[in-house]
Every structure is written in C-alpha cells, then in structure tokens.
C-alpha cells in the first residue's frame, strides 16, 4: 500500500503504542492541525490519544456540523479537513455532510468508530455498516482491519481525496484496531497518483475549433477552484478576450466586474449570460459538468455550440453533452500551456457588452421593508476582498449568488449539488477556522438556521468571531416561490411564522445579537456587523411575498426566462 | 433490451465488488449477471448491464467504473447484445 513518496515520521518516543494513538500521530504527520469531531463509544480510544497529543479538536454540537465544517477545510484551502465521529448514529449523522463534499467535490476525511471486529456483523450496540451506507457518496473508503495498515490507510485517504477530482474519503475503525498495540510508524507525505496523460492532438484540435469560432463562450466551473487553476484561467480569458460565464461553483475565478464576465448562467442566472449561450457557437467548457440547474432543458442548450471540454474527470466528458472536443487532464498545467488564439471576434464582444448592459440587476423594488438583494450587495462591497459569504439553500441562496462581489472562489461557499439546508453555519465554522483573517459570514434563511442552529454553542464555545446573518421571509422561500409560480399558488407546508425569535435565540447561546426589519436600518447594521470582533448574530426581516429573479422554469430553455414585473 | 458487457480488472480488495455493483445502480443500469474469477494478484469480473431507459451512455459508465480506486481496467467486451449470456442471473436483490 506505501510507495516511495511516502517515510516513516522520526519515531516517537512512545513506541510501542496503540492504533488510535497511531491514527493521531498519522494525522498529525499529515499536517492535520485540526479537527472536527463528537465523542462516543466506539471512538473513544482515539479521544482518548487527543490530549497532549497536538491536535487541536472543536467539538460541534452535532456530527453533520463536523462533517460540514471539515469540509469548509477543503473548500478554501484544497486540504482535506478532518472529521471524526463514533459508529451508529454518528455515522450516519456524518452521512449529509459526506455526501455534500462528494457532490461538490470537497476533500474530505472522515474517520468514524466502529464496533470491534468480533461483534461487527451482529447487530451490535450502535453497529450499522458505514462503509455500505456511504459507498455510492465517497471516492473510496476503508475498513482497517490490521493496526499495523493505519499509517498507510490514512495517507492514502488523504492523497486520494485531495488529488484528481477531488471528494471525501471514509477510514472506518473498528474498535478493538484502535485499542490494539503496535510498532508501526506514522507516514508523512503521500502515496503517489498516476498522473494523467494529456492528449497534445485534442488541444490542437481544441485551439483550432477556437481559432474558426466567431462567437465562443468561456463556460467556467468549480472544477477550476479545485485545480487551484484560478488564475490560470484568468490569465486565459484576459489573453484572448473571450466573454465567460460561470457556474454556481465557478463564481469568483473570474472577480465580480471582470470586464468578460456575463455573470452566473443558468436557473437563476444572469440574463445576459443565458442569452449569450443561446447565441455562442463555441462553448470552452473547463471544470464543469452541464449540471441541470446550470443548462435548463439540455436539449435547447446552446444550440448552435460546439463544445471543447476540459475536465480532471474523463466520466464527465460528454456525459450529458458530447463534446467535439474533449480534454482529460489536469487542467492547470494544460491550460498554461494552451494558447488559443481567437479571430477577430469584437462583434461579438460588443453583442455581449452590449446584453449586460441591457440587463444589469435591480435594486429598485418599491416599499419599505428591506430588499435582500441589495443589503446582501451592500454587505459585500463593505466587507472588501476578504469578504467570505457561505450561503445555505434557498432564496438567499441565490440572492447571494447574483448581487455579492466575490473577489476569488473561496469567497462563495455554497451547498451547489447536494443542495443541502443547515450548511451555512457550519461551514463558515469551519471556514473562519481555516482562514481567520477572513471577513466570514453565514447566511441562511430561517429555514436553515434552524437545521444547524446548535452550532451556535460552538461559536460561542470557542468564540469563534463569525459572523451569522438570518433573513428571516417566515416561510420556506424558494418552495413557496415555486408553489406560487407552478402549483396555483396552493402554498402547502411553508409558513414558519411560528419561528422563535432569532436573536434572543442566538443571546440565549451567548451569541450577542440584533434584529433590523426596514430598509433605513440596513447601513447601520451592516456596519455594526462588520464591525464586531467577536461572534455577532443579525436577524433581518424581509417580505416573505419576494420571489428571486430571473428564473428559468423547470424543463424549459435558458432562453424562456421569467422576470420580475416591472413594479416587482 | 439492450445488454453491455464489460470486463473489470481489479484489485483483490475489501469492498470493490460491491463499489462496482454500487456504481452500475446508481448511474441508472441494473445487473443482469456476474461472474468474478480470482487472478494472481487481483480479480477479473464479468458483468452484463442493462439500462433503465434509453438515455445512457455506456463510454460514460465505463469511465465512471474505471474512475473508481481499486479499478485498474474497463473494457467495453461487446456492444448492445439483445439477450443475456448463459451465466446464472443474480437476483437483483442480492448482496454482494
């Protein structure tokens, strides 16, 4: 299982030991400083080897906050993060938050107990098989069934989960592994990945597709933000002047303003990208997989395109689009080395131009009350370039995802493919831990806040200085939305008017608080907000009447967007 | 019906038996039989897949299985046959 890039760390002194203090130690020689975890029987002996042991552990109040706030590691640093929990229920309270790396492929490890190997199989006390319940949502996963396999287990879960498409890794432990002595040593750097060959005759033909087009189209997803190729591509787009849109996940590889972006295409995106994708006759498609958010009815998807496809996923590549051009690879050093060079295609630049100036988003809805998108717009201006908005799932999902100014990718930390509510709060957690200079915020609806709402204990716990936005439409916004547009307006189950009051909630978990409810309130308490140096908690009311706009309605073109009316 | 057959070259591990079953059902095909024959160092499974409606890309399921750890090699044996071979068909309730 080793390979040469991997060596033994220097011996510790406290050979021999027992596998949970070799789980420990290999973690650490992995460069783990932290980790996210909830104690319980079958893992109690790797608790047991955590103090003194250098490895700093935040207990969360739940085990799917541990799995998300890991996961937020990954999301900004490239670095798996950590989480740990017990067998039984905590497995499979883990399961949401692996899932939601897996989808958006976060490196991730997850290491759960399991019942000793002699009971494993009997329906033992918090026994449920982990490794069965998570295979189709990891990228690999492990039953150690030897101490002496740690070290080797543990760096290959890391390698694998951060190299090629990224994605989470499950290490299960039985118990009586953890509590077995044993002389073997942790390891310290990586197994070793085959790299993958990258076809110099596909990006021939790729940059011969791009030299006839007249009106290509950058088409930029999360796959560039796990690459870490974010500036490659900048590069890329500002060498050529091709217009770019971006996926939900591909938000901030291009900054907000950026003179090519046309914005966020697809459900709820911009009107001049789903235009311009109607339009192009070439789409140059890197790190993104046709999600059906993102295309609308896939067969009226850019009609008129041919697709150049890089991808670190071979599967992907003409999935659910053939591409006439597809390149499996490693997509940072392929594109430093692509050098297309577009005709003239200025017309086409000022069609595009032109379209985002004919369509630039709205700040003038009519009333008092406050209008989440433009306090949501205004909160990340103020906030500047170390602005980090984690959105949960919902209407001010995309809200965020349309008005905030993201200055790189990890400035959007967004539950894109699971979709998952309650991701918000733990996973700024974990973000704010990753990157303390960051300026994080957690914004959710009061749906979602409530999903997760006990990790405001860890906040205060460790006074983390986070700082956690509810805009509060006492509904389910999105559902209602779509009840209103699609199901008669037969609102079914979306009232949550009988919500507590948010911010003696968050006062109650020690969490100073605030709440604001018109639109004259809102710089003020931006600026508050920003302002605090500690955890701080505000509670906006908004109309729970506003809908989010454009939308494209499910099963329908990119082209057939609805709008909002003109007096909103 | 259509009938794929791919011929999966692995590694002898804990669990990739049913990754690969996994995989085959979660991308929208179901298994229509299975044989596994242990080699030296590794295993080599024979499988007939069918799909669940007419939208899947066999080439796509193909790298999806071979994209999996302890994969080491997928090949397409022969396209779209239209009955089953005379292995003994698995339940498709099976546990593998």
Same mark, same amino acid.
Request: glycine content about 8%.
């Given at each position: 299982?080793?390979? !040469?890039?991997?060596?033994?760390?220097?011996?510790?002194?406290?050979?021999?030991?027992t596998?949970?203090?070799?789980?420990?130690?290999?973690?650490?020689?992995?460069?783990?400083?932290?980790?996210?975890?909830?104690?319980?029987?079958?893992?109690?002996?790797?608790?047991?080897?955590?103090?003194?042991?250098?490895?700093?552990?935040?207990?969360?109040?739940?085990?799917?906050?541990?799995?998300?706030?890991?996961a937020?590691?990954?999301?900004?640093?490239?670095?798996?993060g950590?989480?740990?929990?017990?067998?039984?229920?905590?497995?499979?309270?883990?399961?949401?938050?692996?899932?939601?790396?897996?989808?958006?492929?976060?490196?991730?490890?997850?290491?759960?107990?399991?019942?000793?190997?002699?009971?494993?199989?009997?329906?033992?006390? *918090?026994?449920?098989?982990?490794?069965?319940?998570t295979? !189709?949502?990891?990228?690999?996963?492990?039953?150690?069934?030897?101490?002496?396999?740690?070290?080797?287990?543990?760096?290959?879960?890391?390698?694998?989960?951060?190299?090629?498409?990224?994605?989470?890794?499950?290490?299960?432990?039985?118990?009586?592994?953890? *509590?077995?002595?044993?002389?073997?040593?942790?390891?310290?750097?990586?197994?070793?990945?085959?790299?993958?060959?990258?076809?110099?005759?596909?990006?021939?033909?790729?940059?011969?597709?791009?030299?006839?087009?007249?009106? !290509?189209?950058?088409?930029?997803?999360?796959?560039?933000?796990?690459?870490?190729?974010?500036?490659v591509?900048?590069?890329?787009?500002?060498?050529?002047?091709?217009?770019?849109f971006?996926?939900?996940?591909?938000?901030?590889?291009?900054?907000?303003?950026?003179?090519?972006?046309?914005?966020?295409?697809?459900?709820?995106?911009?009107?001049?990208?789903?235009?311009?994708?109607?339009?192009?006759?070439?789409?140059i498609?890197?790190?993104?997989?046709?999600?059906?958010?993102?295309?609308?009815?896939?067969?009226?998807?850019?009609?008129?395109?041919?697709?150049v496809?890089?991808?670190?996923?071979?599967?992907?590549?003409?999935?659910?689009?053939?591409?006439?051009?597809?390149?499996?690879?490693?997509?940072? !050093?392929?594109?430093e080395?692509?050098?297309?060079?577009?005709q003239?295609?200025?017309?086409?630049?000022?069609?595009?131009?032109?379209?985002?100036?004919?369509?630039?988003?709205?700040?003038?809805?009519?009333?008092?009350?406050?209008?989440?998108?433009?306090?949501?717009?205004?909160?990340?201006?103020?906030?500047?370039?170390?602005?980090?908005?984690?959105?949960?799932?919902?209407?001010?999902?995309?809200?965020?995802?349309?008005?905030?100014?993201?200055?790189?990718? *990890?400035?959007?930390?967004?539950?894109?493919?699971?979709?998952?509510?309650?991701?918000?709060?733990?996973?700024?957690?974990?973000?704010?831990?990753?990157?303390?200079?960051?300026?994080?915020?957690?914004?959710?609806?009061?749906?979602?806040?409530?999903?997760?709402?006990?990790?405001?204990?860890?906040?205060?716990?460790?006074?983390?200085?986070?700082?956690?936005?509810?805009?509060?439409?006492?509904?389910?916004?999105?559902?209602?939305?779509?009840?209103?547009?699609?199901?008669?307006?037969?609102?079914?189950?979306?009232?949550?008017?009988?919500n507590?009051?948010?911010?003696?909630?968050?006062?109650a978990?020690?969490?100073?608080? $605030?709440?604001?409810?018109?639109?004259?309130?809102?710089?003020?308490?931006?600026?508050? $907000?920003?302002?605090?140096?500690?955890p701080? $908690?505000?509670?906006?009311?908004?109309?729970?009447?506003?809908?989010?706009?454009?939308?494209?309605?499910?099963?329908?073109?990119?082209?057939?967007?609805?709008?909002?009316?003109?007096?909103? | 019906?259509?009938?794929?057959?791919f011929?999966?070259?692995?590694d002898?591990?804990?669990?990739?038996?049913?990754?690969?079953?996994t995989?085959?059902?979660?991308?929208?095909?179901?298994?229509?039989?299975?044989?596994?024959?242990?080699?030296?160092?590794?295993?080599?499974?024979?499988?007939?897949?069918?799909?669940?409606?007419?939208n899947?890309?066999?080439?796509?399921?193909?790298?999806?299985?071979?994209?999996?750890?302890?994969?080491?090699?997928?090949?397409?044996?022969?396209?779209?046959?239209?009955?089953?071979?005379?292995?003994?068909?698995?339940?498709?309730?099976?546990?593998?």
């Amino acid at each position: 299982m080793t390979s !040469p890039a991997l060596s033994p760390a220097s011996s510790p002194e406290t050979l021999p030991h027992t596998g949970a203090q070799l789980v420990i130690e290999s973690l650490l020689a992995q460069g783990v400083d932290t980790v996210f975890g909830y104690p319980g029987g079958a893992i109690m002996p790797v608790y047991d080897a955590i103090p003194g042991s250098g490895l700093k552990h935040i207990l969360c109040r739940h085990e799917q906050g541990c799995a998300f706030a890991a996961a937020a590691v990954g999301r900004m640093t490239g670095k798996a993060g950590v989480c740990l929990a017990t067998s039984g229920p905590g497995a499979t309270n883990l399961v949401t938050g692996i899932a939601d790396a897996f989808m958006d492929s976060v490196p991730l490890v997850a290491i759960t107990g399991q019942v000793g190997q002699p009971v494993m199989g009997t329906d033992a006390f *918090q026994e449920i098989d982990t490794f069965g319940i998570t295979m !189709p949502i990891v990228k690999h996963s492990y039953i150690v069934r030897h101490a002496d396999d740690i070290p080797a287990v543990i760096a290959e879960a890391f390698q694998i989960a951060e190299s090629g498409r990224p994605g989470p890794v499950l290490v299960d432990l039985p118990k009586d592994i953890q *509590q077995a002595v044993t002389s073997a040593a942790p390891l310290e750097g990586s197994t070793s990945m085959t790299p993958i060959d990258v076809d110099e005759d596909a990006l021939r033909r790729a940059e011969a597709l791009i030299q006839q087009a007249e009106r !290509p189209l950058f088409y930029l997803g999360g796959g560039i933000v796990r690459s870490g190729a974010t500036q490659v591509v900048r590069d890329l787009v500002e060498q050529t002047g091709i217009p770019a849109f971006c996926t939900l996940q591909g938000l901030g590889v291009l900054p907000t303003g950026h003179p090519s972006l046309l914005g966020m295409l697809g459900m709820h995106g911009c009107k001049a990208a789903n235009l311009a994708v109607q339009e192009a006759d070439l789409l140059i498609v890197v790190g993104a997989r046709f999600d059906d958010r993102a295309t609308g009815k896939l067969d009226a998807f850019a009609p008129k395109a041919g697709i150049v496809h890089f991808d670190r996923d071979a599967s992907e590549i003409s999935k659910l689009r053939h591409a006439n051009v597809g390149v499996a690879c490693e997509i940072k !050093p392929v594109l430093e080395a692509f050098r297309p060079e577009p005709q003239d295609i200025s017309a086409w630049q000022a069609q595009c131009e032109e379209w985002k100036e004919a369509y630039p988003a709205r700040y003038d809805a009519p009333g008092e009350g406050i209008f989440a998108p433009a306090l949501l717009k205004e909160l990340s201006e103020q906030a500047g370039d170390s602005f980090v908005g984690v959105a949960d799932v919902g209407q001010h999902q995309m809200w965020i995802a349309q008005h905030c100014r993201f200055s790189r990718p *990890q400035a959007h930390l967004t539950s894109g493919g699971l979709g998952s509510m309650g991701f918000s709060l733990p996973t700024a957690l974990g973000a704010k831990v990753a990157e303390p200079d960051a300026t994080v915020v957690s914004i959710s609806g009061d749906g979602g806040v409530m999903m997760n709402i006990q990790e405001l204990a860890t906040l205060n716990r460790y006074k983390i200085p986070l700082k956690v936005m509810v805009i509060n439409n006492s509904r389910l916004g999105m559902v209602r939305q779509w009840q209103e547009l699609f199901f008669d307006g037969n609102f079914s189950e979306v009232d949550l008017s009988d919500n507590p009051d948010f911010a003696k909630v968050a006062e109650a978990f020690g969490i100073p608080a $605030f709440t604001i409810s018109k639109r004259d309130e809102v710089s003020a308490g931006i600026d508050r $907000f920003l302002k605090a140096e500690g955890p701080i $908690f505000m509670h906006v009311v908004i109309d729970p009447s506003e809908n989010v706009w454009p939308l494209v309605a499910p099963g329908k073109s990119n082209s057939e967007m609805m709008e909002a009316d003109d007096d909103y | 019906m259509t009938i794929e057959t791919f011929t999966i070259e692995c590694d002898n591990v804990n669990g990739t038996l049913r990754r690969i079953w996994t995989i085959i059902e979660q991308r929208g095909w179901y298994v229509r039989s299975l044989l596994v024959e242990e080699i030296e160092d590794g295993s080599i499974t024979r499988v007939q897949v069918s799909p669940h409606g007419n939208n899947r890309s066999v080439e796509t399921l193909r790298l999806q299985l071979e994209r999996l750890i302890n994969v080491r090699h997928v090949k397409l044996e022969r396209r779209s046959r239209q009955k089953p071979s005379q292995w003994k068909e698995i339940p498709h309730a099976a546990v593998i």
